[in-house]
């Protein structure tokens, strides 16, 4: 049985809208950095020289971006960029439509959001080492610490408290076969199910992924104060 090779996706198409800035949050600058450069070199350990594991890394980038060429990963031989979609779903189903014919079904796809740049070296081996041997995949999560409250829908009376001991915090990266995932998303997208990770589309096709729990600081950058809260982290790694 041949080794399965690792893929790395990056959707990194968004329009950062809940950011509200002068550009999409994945090019804005975090400790002299493009947050979308700090993302992909998270994930360092999986470009170095002697994993041969890597067999390559796929940005998807929004049609009109004029920032990618500015990016160090732009400059890495390793990665190429395709045009993502509408929704981060169509992005990531485009990156995996780009793999047709070089990846295998029984290798790895690990997809990792542009607008994390938290994430924690030990946290990525820890998936990687945890999932080598499962036949799906899984994902990153952190477990629910505060307690959750349910409104109806646009209201503010609390309904009631929800119970949180089974519940987690979806994070990236979300690693799964990309036999499985490619199939699972396509199904999703093309029945019009909500699919706002990867893990949901494969859950919708009726596997189990398999959590790893993440840290809590694996944070992505979606509104104003989480870039001090980002620039925090990263200086105590
Ligand atoms: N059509 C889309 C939408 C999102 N993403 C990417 O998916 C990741 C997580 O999505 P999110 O935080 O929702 O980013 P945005 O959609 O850009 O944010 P907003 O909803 O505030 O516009 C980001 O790296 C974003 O660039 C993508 O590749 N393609
Ligand atoms: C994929 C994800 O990071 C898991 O928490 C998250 O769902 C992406 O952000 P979005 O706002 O849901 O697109």
Redesign the pocket.
Known sequence: MTTPRLWLI??????????NSAR???YLSLRGSLILDL?IESMSDCFASDNTALAGCIV?I?VDDPWWCDTRASQNDRVTSVT?????A???LAALDALDGQAGPDDWVLVH????PCLHPDDLNRLLTELKDHQVGGLLAAPVTDTLKKTAAGGQDVLETVDRSQLWRALTPQMFRFGILRCALKSALAAGLPVTDEASAVEQAGYFPCIVEGRPDNI???VPADLALADFVLSRF
Do not use: L
């Not at 990056?10 to 950011?19: D, L, S, V, Y």
């Not at 993502?84 to 981060?88: K, Y």
């Not at 959001?113 to 994390?116: C, G, I, P, S």
């Open positions: 990056i959707p990194a198409a968004g329009a950062g809208k809940r950011m999409p949050k994945q993302a998807a929004s993502g979609g509408q929704e981060r169509d992005s990531v959001d542009a607008a994390r992505k950058i979606t």
